[in-house]
């Protein structure tokens, strides 16, 4: 019977113990394109030789040389201050491919895909595309560092239950004895 109340005692303690534990970040996939900055490529389809516009809206988030790549045209760089740019597909590029447009800002990556269309390239219309942003969130949950009093509260809430689980189970213990 014993046995039976310690178990359940170290159980509780554990249950409570795993409730206080800091949840993990998950990854999905799609976390690697959110950026403290926005940016876009227009038209999003584009026949081969065309030129396509690169944007970038910094909002504070973007403050040096911004380097954007491609397979499908050269390596173009906005300088800080500036927030729009340039760049002509290749001849060559085949039609109905999918391309990978990266833009990286003080470290940070962020990528968009274009598509080549067919016919010549003053055949396409621009389409709009807003810029992509970043979430405008608060830190929340254990990423914003670790506050001392939260921590102690926990350990005391915690500590707190396995020495109630323990005196009860110590209590009942001793009147089962006599």
Not at 12 to 35: E, K
Request: glycine share 16%; charged share 15%; proline share 3%.
């Amino acid at each position: 019977m014993r046995a039976i109340r310690v178990a359940s005692a170290a159980l509780l303690g554990l249950t409570a113990l795993t409730f206080t534990a800091p949840s993990a970040f998950a990854d999905d996939g799609d976390s690697h394109n959110i950026t403290p900055f926005g940016f876009s490529v227009q038209p999003s389809t584009i026949a081969a030789g065309g030129r396509l516009s690169l944007l970038l809206k910094r909002d504070g988030g973007c403050n040096g040389t911004v380097r954007i790549s491609s397979g499908v045209f050269d390596t173009v760089t906005i300088p800080s201050g500036r927030s729009s740019a340039t760049a002509t597909v290749d001849r060559d590029a085949r039609q109905g491919a999918v391309h990978e447009v990266t833009f990286v800002c003080d470290g940070v990556s962020g990528h968009t895909d274009i598509t080549i269309g067919t016919g010549r390239s003053d055949d396409l219309t621009p389409v709009q595309v807003p810029a992509q942003q970043g979430v405008r969130a608060g830190v929340g949950g254990s990423v914003g560092g670790f506050d001392v009093q939260e921590i102690g509260l926990g350990a005391a809430l915690v500590g707190g239950s396995v020495g109630v689980a323990w005196y009860m189970s110590r209590r009942r213990g001793a009147s089962d004895d006599s």
